[in-house]
């Protein structure tokens, strides 16, 4: 089992800055487990941001791949989202997700946190 906890999300300005963390716990030996970024906005389908496998491949969403950033410390098993020049539209709830395969930006991954909130105003 792995336990995932986000955090950093916030209220910020359009244009602004944010990083994303999730603390991943349980059996997350290193280069064993897989993990990405999603985030869902009300009303809409649950969308793959990025995420890096146990071999340290990236995956990006094309749309999104210019303004945020995936970075794995595998030290201290936490995932990072650097997200840069926000958007309203970027508004939504994030979530961490990890597996003991690559699913790259696929849906279908095991283990998922609780999500953390971002919120940018124009």
């Known amino acids: 089992q792995v336990q995932l906890v986000e955090s950093g999300g916030g209220s910020v300005q359009s244009g602004g800055s944010l990083r994303l963390t999730c603390l991943a716990s349980?059996?997350?030996?290193?280069?064993?487990?897989?993990m990405a970024w999603f985030r869902q906005a009300p009303g809409k389908e649950r969308e793959a941001i990025a995420a890096?496998?146990?071999?340290?491949?990236?995956n990006y969403a094309p749309s999104l791949k210019d303004r945020f950033t995936i970075s794995l410390d595998n030290a201290k098993n936490t995932l990072y989202l650097q997200m840069d020049s926000l958007k309203p539209e970027d508004t939504a709830m994030y979530y961490c997700a990890a597996d003991y395969i690559s699913r790259k930006l696929d849906p279908w991954y095991q283990f998922w946190g609780q999500g953390t909130q971002v919120t940018v105003s124009s």
């Open positions: 349980g059996n997350t030996y290193s280069n064993t487990i897989a």
């Open positions: 890096v496998d146990m071999y340290g491949v990236m």
